[in-house]
Nanobody
Framework: QVQLVESGGGLVQAGGSLRLSCAAS????????MGWYRQAPGKQRELVAT???????TYADSMKGRFTISRDNAKNTVLLHMNSLKPEDSAVYYC???????????????WGKGTLVTVSS
């Protein structure tokens, strides 16, 4: 069974910074892309950033220049450094990983339970 566990959320003032961390554990062959998504109350889940095994990154437009995603392939972890936070960044942030459990099977998306980020004005 594959598990993703996030940490690092919390309360921060506008303009502040937070770092989110997500670690994947369990039995699997490998992890393809990893990423972060977020969901604010009453809104749909949206992409924050993704990163491939090779380090190629994708960001949502509103996060470019403020957020930085990185990963440690050896430790199966992905980080999200968030700077210049705004109240509209408040949401539950979810870790995502596309995991190949068996080499003979296609990769499947797994999700963490989420970590709450609250940015006060």
């Amino acid at each position: 069974q594959v598990q993703l566990v996030e940490s690092g959320g919390g309360l921060v003032q506008a303009g502040g910074s937070l770092r989110l961390s997500c670690a994947a554990s369990g039995r699997f062959f490998g992890i393809d892309a990893m990423g972060w998504y977020r969901q604010a109350p009453g809104k749909q889940r949206e992409l924050v950033a993704t990163i491939t095994t090779g380090g190629s990154t994708t960001y949502a437009d509103s996060m470019k220049g403020r957020f930085t995603i990185s990963r440690d392939n050896a430790k199966n972890t992905v980080l999200l450094h968030m700077n210049s936070l705004k109240p509209e960044d408040s949401a539950v942030y979810y870790c995502n990983a596309r995991v190949r459990v068996l080499i003979t099977r296609p990769a499947t998306d797994y999700w963490g339970k989420g970590t709450l980020v609250t940015v006060s004005s």
